[in-house]
């Protein structure tokens, strides 16, 4: 069984800061691509930002500048930054593995459950 849990969300101001952190439990080899996700209110999830195992970033142009993306192979986490907040950053974050090795076999596509990010003042 693979779990991948996500943290750190929460209410914050415009203009503020939150870090997330997803953290992956199981018989894990190794992991791959990892992302995060977000889903606003009546909207479609949308990347917000990946990383390859090697470390190599990308990110979605509405958050470019403000979030950073990072990754502890060790840990089997992946962690978002995320600065210079405003309210169309509401949303639930997902975190999600592009594949997990696992003994045996691979899992594609994994996904936490979400954190939930409010911007408000």
């Known amino acids: 069984q693979v779990q991948l849990v996500e943290s750190g969300g929460g209410l914050v101001q415009p203009g503020g800061s939150l870090r997330l952190s997803c953290v992956a439990s199981?018989?894990?080899?190794?992991?791959?691509?990892m992302g995060w996700h977000r889903q606003a209110p009546g909207k479609e999830r949308e990347l917000v930002a990946g990383?390859?195992?090697?470390?190599?970033?990308n990110y979605a142009d509405s958050v470019k500048g403000r979030f950073t993306i990072s990754r502890d192979n060790a840990k089997k986490a992946v962690y978002l930054q995320m600065n210079s907040l405003t309210p169309e950053d509401t949303a639930v974050y997902y975190c999600?593995?592009?594949?997990?090795?696992?003994?045996?076999?691979?899992?594609?596509?994994?996904w936490g459950k979400g954190t939930l990010v409010t911007v408000s003042s």
């Open positions: 199981g018989s894990i080899l190794t992991l791959y691509g």
């Open positions: 990383i390859t195992r090697g470390g190599d970033t």
């Open positions: 999600k593995a592009d594949r997990i090795q696992l003994l045996g076999r691979s899992v594609i596509d994994s």
